[in-house]
């Protein structure tokens, strides 16, 4: 009886398969955790750069640019020029400005958004600037932004003067005038 070639050999290649695939899916993992850090790292930098070029630059163009198509509806050009005059009327804030927030995935690693907020302090008073980014196709872009601010304090007013009666002056005798004479002739 002949044994076959192949009987000693079960198996063999299935060891090598299963680290081949082994790798690639640590490989996939490891490509899905890098790539959310990165959306989170690129989403906290895109909010601090539009607060620096909205709040500090007032660049109502660099807005326009990257609001969302959304956003470009909810916020027209009126409201976003509003919100420029309302900063500049503010002035510059003291640097550098605060953003905190929170980046959330909707899968777990795809569908970054995030939403932040940057505390600007100025010398007579304090705003926020609220912010939603999100990644569109390919560029990250601004869905909502809102401005909230303290106004300053109103000065105390100053004692406003008592209306009191004042001695009417006693009328002096006016000077006689002389009369003109009329002559006869």
């Known amino acids: 009886m002949k044994i076959a070639r192949t009987a000693g050999r079960r198996g063999e290649g299935g060891i090598g398969f299963l680290v ?3 790798v690639l899916v640590i490989g996939i993992i490891w490509w899905l955790y890098s790539s959310r850090q990165d959306a989170d790292k ?3 930098a895109f909010a601090a750069e539009v607060v620096t070029r909205v709040a500090v630059n007032y660049d109502e163009k660099y807005l326009h640019v990257k609001l969302s198509p959304e956003g470009q509806v909810n ?3 009126s409201w976003r020029e509003l919100l420029i005059a309302r900063l500049r009327e503010l002035g510059v804030p003291a640097q550098p400005i605060a953003v905190t927030g929170t980046v959330a995935f909707s899968s777990q690693f795809f569908d970054p958004h995030g939403t932040f907020r940057a505390e600007l302090k100025y010398p007579t008073t304090s705003a ?6 999100s990644r569109g196709m390919t560029v990250w872009q601004v869905d909502k932004i809102d401005l909230k601010w303290t106004p300053p304090p109103t000065p105390t007013p100053t004692p406003t003067p008592v209306m ?3 001695p009417t002056p006693t009328p002096t005798p006016a000077p006689e005038q002389k009369q003109k004479r009329k002559r006869k002739g």
């Open 128 to 133: 926020f600037l609220d912010l939603e980014v």
């Open 20 to 22: 081949i695939v082994g």
């Open 164 to 166: 009191a009666a004042t």
């Open 75 to 77: 916020y027209l050009q």
């Open 42 to 44: 690129k989403s906290r």
